[in-house]
């Protein structure tokens, strides 16, 4: 196995790449840890991080969508999950890249 930092901080900012086409915040990550987990160090710790949130991310996304009938709250719920969706994949990139192993927020464990 080897190290590489700088695929681990890719893996952590290709959840971004939803910004520029729209979709696949989930795919491209898990492209990224599935040809990688074996050799990469730490790879397969962060990749399930990643996936981990992003499988969280579109529950909560779903379950806003009913939620904007109750007083707007799902817009609410929209607007804070954008954010996250953001910000801690660039927080945990930069983490990564000082060697952590960052934990992503609200993030539910359905790979262990």
């Known amino acids: 196995m080897r190290k590489d930092r700088q695929l681990i901080v890719l893996a952590h900012l290709s959840q971004l790449v939803t910004l520029v086409v729209g979709f696949g915040s989930l795919i491209v990550p898990l492209i990224i840890w599935a ?11 962060h990749g399930k991080n990643i996936i981990n949130f992003q499988i969280s991310l579109i529950i909560y996304f779903i379950i ?25 994949p660039i927080i945990n990139a930069i983490k990564a890249s000082h060697g952590e192993t ?8 359905f790979i262990s």
């Open 35 to 45: 040809t990688n987990k074996n050799r990469v160090q730490e790879m397969d710790q």
């Open 64 to 88: 806003c969508i009913p939620l904007i009938l109750f007083l707007g709250l799902g817009l609410l719920g929209f607007l804070v999950l954008g954010i996250i969706s953001v910000v801690f």
């Open 102 to 109: 960052p934990k992503y927020p609200l993030s539910l464990n």
